[in-house]
């Protein structure tokens, strides 16, 4: 019985984890990078959103000073967040560790030297010398006479060192998030398929080296929609709402609305507003709402943490080709064609999850598909993902069915008519069904094989 109800209640879930429209409302591209300025080159920009992924900062910093002297508050929440970062790594710690001295004068000599101080206790290969090993690593930039090693570091400069040092330890340790992935290729093309979750949490972060790689060399990138495209949210606004005096109790039975009514004053949210929402627009906020400060991050922070929205930016940092598998029009337009009834369907199901929330409830689906995401166990995610996927309905043929088949042609096309190297992310899910990407890349003769 419990299995029932959770497949009936997982639908709204699987659409905000694996289809990039249900996440539109809760982010805004803009507010996701460092403020631009002449003076920030695009490397130092992306290793800027890079720490942002690992959670040892919060990006308010960006408007609180961050080219000026950063202070003792800020220091220590920084180093105190790193190294509880290198700590969930396990690391064996090295027994002939001893800590250098540091004044805590917050100089980037003195930073460097209490950065150095996290990751020597480990064993790892870092030598003896602060100063040397953050040099050979280039974590600390600049020429040997213009470190200004005595001057007091800025709130931003401060974020790099950490933020290349998190990348680094990770590196020597040989680990990072290896994700669902898999690569087809023909005598002349070489795609690399990658399965994503549209809602993230700095544990992903940051990703195998290899995972990394493979995307670097990448000609472009390909998504299922390129949120970054502000015409798309504009879109979804225009569909997302009534326009002809209609609200949602004119389209809704009694019942629903009473529940509606109930999960507004739990959530303290104007019915006002609400009414105004078609159900599949609703359906899909009050899942993203109903996951909030399960994992300590509100939803607009854990959607910035989606891996979709890590590629796109790092598309558009190395000014890398974004190609639309389907576009956030297609999308919306899939969500606005479905039927009364599945579009109520859908609302009802989120809405008796919330008012009588299970034992295994969202916030463990997903901890259990980040998990084996991060391990790069597709089995388990498979696994995971399959036991909630529920039945045929009209909603989950929306989500998957003719969509896998036509994402498929297009990937075949690239194999088919393009040469050199391409990477796709999708929502996990289009490669783990009967009838998914995969299944019909293979029909077709391509050979998919695991990325590891």
């Known amino acids: 019985m ?35 300025s002449p003076s920030i080159s695009n490397q130092v920009i992306e290793t800027l959103v890079e720490g942002e992924k690992y959670g040892i900062y919060p990006t308010t910093w960006y408007s609180e000073g961050f080219h000026k002297e950063i202070s003792v508050d800020k220091v220590n929440e920084l180093l105190a967040l790193t190294e509880k970062k290198v700590a969930s790594l396990g690391l064996v710690e090295n027994k002939k560790y001893k800590p250098l001295n540091v004044k805590n004068d917050n100089t980037r000599g003195d930073i460097v030297k209490r950065l150095y101080n996290i990751v020597a206790r480990y064993d790892l290969p870092v030598g003896t010398d602060a100063v040397k090993f953050m040099k050979d690593h280039n974590i600390l930039q600049g020429y040997s006479n213009e470190l200004h090693l005595e001057q007091k570091a800025t709130t931003q400069q401060a974020v790099l060192l950490a933020s290349r040092l998190i990348k680094i330890t990770y590196e020597l340790a040989e680990q990072g998030a290896k994700g669902v992935a898999w690569v087809v290729e023909d005598e002349d093309t070489t795609v690399y398929l990658l399965g994503s979750i549209h809602l993230g949490t700095p544990d992903l972060y940051p990703f195998d080296q290899k995972l990394v790689k493979a995307f670097d060399k990448a000609d472009a990138l390909l998504v299922e929609a390129n949120i970054l495209d502000t015409k798309g949210l504009d879109y979804y606004a225009k569909k ?67 891996i979709d929205m890590y590629f796109l930016l790092n598309a558009d940092l190395q000014k890398k080709p974004v190609i639309e598998l389907e576009g956030m029009k297609a999308q919306v337009d899939m969500f606005d064609a479905l ?33 084996s ?48 190297t391409y990477f796709v992310v999708v929502g996990s899910g289009h490669f783990l069904g009967e009838k998914s990407i995969r299944h019909h890349l293979e029909k077709n003769g391509y050979k998919v094989k695991p990325f590891y």
């Open 2 to 36: 419990m299995k029932k109800i959770l497949k009936r209640t997982s639908a709204a879930l699987l659409g905000a984890s694996l289809m990039l429209t249900t996440v539109v409302p809760v982010i805004h591209a803009k507010e996701q990078s460092p403020p631009l």
């Open 240 to 306: 997302a709402m009534y326009s002809d005096g209609t609200t949602l109790k004119d389209a809704v039975a009694p019942e629903t609305y009473a529940k509606l009514e109930k999960v507004a004053k739990l959530y303290n949210l104007p019915m006002e507003q609400l009414t105004l929402q078609k159900p599949w627009t609703l359906s899909s906020t009050l899942a993203m709402l109903s996951t909030d400060n399960s994992f300590g991050m509100t939803p607009q922070e854990m959607a910035k943490h989606g």
């Open 339 to 371: 039927s009364p009834e599945a579009q109520e369907q859908s609302l009802v199901a989120v809405l008796d999850s919330i008012i009588n929330p299970s034992e295994e409830n969202q916030s463990n689906i997903l901890q259990e598909w980040f998990t």
């Open 373 to 420: 995401w991060k391990q790069g166990n597709v089995e388990e995610f498979a696994k995971s993902f399959q036991s909630m996927e529920g039945g045929s309905s009209e909603y989950n043929e929306m989500l998957f069915g003719v969509r896998d088949e036509q994402m498929a042609k297009k990937i075949m096309n690239v194999l088919e008519e393009k040469k050199g």
